[in-house]
């Protein structure tokens, strides 16, 4: 006897339907499973005749050849358990075929026959809702994260046995309906208006998330770099939906969601330790997974200590930083994972991290400080647009009256952004960071006045022509946060200030 | 009297210092003397002992003084001994004048009245800009500008001096083919072309520790006096200016915050009495150097005043001499930090006030 059940598989941030055929035939009894599946996938032969004598079902003593097609594909993941059991007991004809065409099937088994929670629910289910099925069986835990997904039936089931009862319709299980509004995001970052003093910082955050401009913060330690850090995502502008349904997806396939439910609505945080490896990085592995850099999709990746990351970690983000995407080639397969994210790097002066502080004297020697900005590449640098300072803990007491929430800074950078968003209408880009040099051109127009100010900053501040298109770009955010349609001088004389890690290399040169 | 080659020979046996060569080059008068010399006619001399006796007999057939010369010669310096009219007069006054010099430059500079300026290697900006107005005042007053050609404050006086023109001095703790720090080789290089370089130290001899007090000896030895800018509490700059004690020349000292831990060495020598010096005038005056410039410093703010509109004023008002943080004139100044960072960059390109990292601002 012959059976088919439609089931899915990932493949980078996609996912596409697999047919599951299981083939029964008279001969010695055998259990083989064709279609590049890789261990997860042929182990499932264990549990899959485990969980169907454990359900009370019969396990025939027959030559049993399953395949996974397209089988040109490779398979992972120990999703195929259910699709599987299901395709099995039609073949033996204990569940009519005909019912299990409309619907894909995912979910792991365990022994006893009760259903798994597996990763990458949300790519599938809009696989299936692009396909036309009438539906997706999803294990119980995985019914929220699917739901998100209008148009198709999400049904969850328990396990094996409820998945039997269903298709044979012996059991009616109400298909999950969840409004997209929910919000499953981790709770609160914080507010910008506990961060204490630090206004400058706070004014350079404010500039970075309105262009979307890469930072480096420069601060002794214990200054609150990544305190302030972690806030950064709250003066974001709000996702899209579109935006957050791939987060979603992204999270979903990184294993991140099974057992909770809706979009994401936030935008990531994430901050690697600086002992992460390449693959934990940029993604890969031998079932390749989103990295760091894919995670932070749409958020900020905040790199502390930024000099103790190896140098091939660090050039690994040129890639991404370039290109808001991360290229993967591996035996397997090329994968390609978005990772359009806002760089947030933090550091200390140098190893002890009093150098040039008026006040306390530094104890490492030039070398050690050289060595330690050294590790800091060129063309990485010249990918970060701000560089600023974090104050001191004592200056903190010097604090403004005026103290501003994440609220009112967010509404102030979503209008900036408006402003960059219809400019750049059909350019393809969509702010003020990815300006290339040609548009740097036509949009950072100077007057006199400006560009006599800009040479002069050059001659007397000793600036290098690298710092020239990032002074323009991030002085074309500040007119935009200002609402001025040109770069006016004021302009132009506070990006010039943004650029403090170049005064220690300056400084390091004599 | 002795022989220049026997000196130059003897300079390069390690472990000998100047006073012993000069005694032994005394008694054998020439190369062929010493090559001859038995290991009883060198412990005739006070203060050699077996040890050292067998160490130089050791070392005696190695060097080769011509061998040297050609070296130097190749690395386009020439060699001076305390024999030659042209070893500078000052030097030879000290208790222990190196008995061969290496210089690189013109010679003739050494002839000149100097000044040593020395100072931290981790100066901080202010210690770097006096350096570099007071090497630039006296370098265009034909005064030698000696240092060390170390980081920080060492840099600066040369840098200063060579914007003035020169003329300069760099004494190195290495041999003269060696360019220590490495970042300092434009330094050298400018220096070659108005002043000179000199060490004590023979070719290729390696920037080690313990030649660095030796070189300061010779820093102070050059100068009439020498002006401590910025020294931390221990500090290889209070050496030299120990040296300069000895040596019987004048030692002058910067004043700087009593906040900063780089004022500390300058502080204690004005404690012992070190001169306070404000300006060039303080040293040309103590060491009777005829004052040929000068020298007015114009008040900034009368130049710039009339360009300077009212928030410029304002925040230049709440700055002061010393580093001020940028959060502190926020809360002050009661402006948004766009604005005031605006008015700090035209400030700064107006070269009233200088930013430091690490969000400091000072005026200048």
């Known amino acids: 006897m012959l059976a088919l059940v439609k089931s899915c598989t990932i493949y980078g941030l996609e996912s596409f339907l697999v047919d599951v055929e299981v083939d029964i035939s008279s001969g010695l009894p055998a259990f083989d499973i064709v279609g590049l599946p890789d261990t997860a996938v042929k182990e499932s032969r264990e549990r899959v005749r485990a969980a169907i004598k454990n359900q009370n079902f019969n396990f025939p003593i027959k030559r049993i050849t399953l395949n996974l097609a397209p089988a040109d594909i490779k398979k992972e993941g120990p999703h195929f358990d259910l699709p599987i059991a299901l395709g099995i007991l039609s073949a033996t004809e204990q569940l009519p075929a005909e019912s299990l065409k409309q619907y894909a099937v995912v979910g792991e088994l365990s022994l006893d026959g009760r259903t798994k929670p597996v990763s990458g629910i949300l790519p599938m289910a809009i696989e299936v809702k692009e396909k036309n099925l009438k539906g997706i069986i999803v294990p119980e835990e995985n019914v929220e994260e ?26 009616n299980i109400k298909p999950v309906r969840l409004s997209n509004e929910k919000d499953f995001s981790p709770e609160s970052e914080g507010d910008f208006s506990e961060v204490k003093g630090q206004e400058n910082l706070k004014r350079c955050l404010e500039i970075a998330a309105a262009g979307q401009h890469n930072v480096i913060m420069v ?17 974001l502008p709000s996702m899209t939906f579109e935006e957050s349904l791939e987060l979603t997806k992204i999270y979903s396939i990184a294993g991140f969601i099974a057992g909770r439910s809706g979009l994401i609505k936030k935008r990531p945080f994430r901050a690697p330790h600086h002992t992460i490896s390449a693959v934990g990085m940029v993604g890969g592995g031998r079932i390749p997974k989103p990295g760091e850099v894919t995670l932070a999709h749409y958020g900020v990746l905040f790199l502390d200590e930024l000099p103790e990351f190896p140098k091939e970690i660090l050039e690994l983000l040129r890639q991404p930083l370039e290109d808001e995407k991360i290229t993967i080639s591996r035996i397997s397969a090329t994968i390609t994972y978005p990772a359009k994210f806002m760089l947030v790097a933090a550091l200390n002066p140098c190893p002890c991290g009093f150098y040039q ?154 | 009297m002795e022989d220049s080659k026997l000196l130059i020979a003897l300079n390069m046996i390690p472990m000998l210092g100047s006073k012993r060569i000069i005694d032994i080059a005394s008694i054998f008068k020439d190369s062929s003397g ?28 190695r060097v080769d003084p011509y061998a040297e010369i050609v070296r130097a010669k ?91 023109g ?6 190195l703790g290495c041999g003269i083919d060696i360019v220590y720090p490495p970042e300092n080789i434009n330094i050298m290089k400018n220096i070659v072309q108005c002043g000179c370089i000199i060490t004590s130290f023979p070719m290729g ?57 780089y004022s500390r060495g300058a502080h204690r020598l004005i404690k012992q009495g070190a001169k306070l010096v404000e300006d060039v005038n303080d040293i040309l005056d103590e060491l009777h150097l005829k004052n040929t410039i000068i020298h007015k410093r114009a008040p900034t703010e009368n130049t710039f005043g009339a360009s300077l509109n009212d928030d410029e004023k304002t925040v230049l008002n709440l700055l002061d001499f010393h580093p001020v943080h940028i959060e502190q004139l926020l809360v002050q100044s009661e402006k948004t930090s766009g604005e005031i960072n605006s008015i700090i960059t035209r400030l700064e390109l107006k070269g009233l006030i200088s930013s430091l990292p690490g969000g400091y601002i000072m005026k200048i």
């Open chain 1, 146 to 171: 699917a739901a998100v997904i209008q148009g198709i039936e999400v049904i969850g089931v328990n396990s094996l046995k409820e998945a039997v009862d269903f298709f044979k319709g012996d059991l």
């Open chain 1, 219 to 235: 601060g002794p330690p214990g200054s609150g770099k990544t305190m302030v850090a972690r806030r950064i995502p709250t003066i």
């Open chain 1, 357 to 510: 502080d008026p006040f306390h004297e530094c104890s490492c020697s030039p070398r050690q400080i050289h060595n330690y900005f050294s590790k800091i590449s060129g063309p990485l640098l010249d990918r970060i647009d701000i560089q600023t300072d974090v104050a001191p803990v004592k200056f903190s007491d010097f604090e403004s009256s005026s103290v501003t929430d994440s609220a009112t800074i967010k509404k102030r950078v979503e209008n900036a952004r408006c402003i960059q968003l219809e400019r750049y209408k059909g350019l393809n880009i969509y702010y003020n960071s990815q300006l290339t040099p040609g548009l740097i051109n036509k949009f950072c127009k100077l007057g006199r006045a400006e560009k006599l100010l800009l040479r002069d900053a050059f001659e007397r501040l000793k600036l290098s022509a690298r710092a020239y298109n990032r002074i323009l770009k991030v002085a074309r955010t500040i007119a935009d946060l200002e609402e001025s349609d040109n770069i006016k001088e004021i302009h132009l004389a506070e990006a010039l200030r943004y650029r403090n890690l170049d005064k220690y290399y300056n400084n390091l040169k004599m």
């Open chain 2, 34 to 61: 010493f090559l001859k010399a038995t290991s009883e006619d060198l412990m005739q001399i006070p203060g050699i002992s077996n040890k050292l006796c067998e160490h130089i007999l050791k070392y005696r057939e």
């Open chain 2, 74 to 164: 190749k690395a386009g310096a020439i060699i001076v001994t305390v024999l030659d009219i042209d070893y500078p007069v000052l030097l030879s006054q000290i208790y222990d004048p190196p008995p061969v010099l290496y210089v690189l430059g013109d010679p003739a500079i050494l002839k000149y009245n100097a000044v040593a300026i020395v100072g931290t290697r981790k100066a901080s900006s202010y210690g770097k800009k006096v350096a570099e107005i007071f090497a630039k005042d006296l370098a265009s007053m034909e005064i030698n500008v000696v240092s060390g050609m170390a980081r920080g404050i060492d840099s600066y006086a040369h840098k200063g001096a060579i914007d003035a």
């Open chain 2, 166 to 171: 020169g003329p300069t001095t760099a004494v």
């Open chain 2, 205 to 261: 001899t390696r920037p080690l520790s313990n030649n660095f007090p030796a070189r300061n000896r010779i820093i102070s030895g050059l100068s009439l006096g020498t002006l401590v800018v910025e020294a931390a509490e221990k500090s290889g700059s209070l050496i030299t200016a120990d040296f300069a004690l000895e040596q019987g020349r004048e030692v002058f000292a910067i004043p700087g915050s009593i906040m900063s831990p």
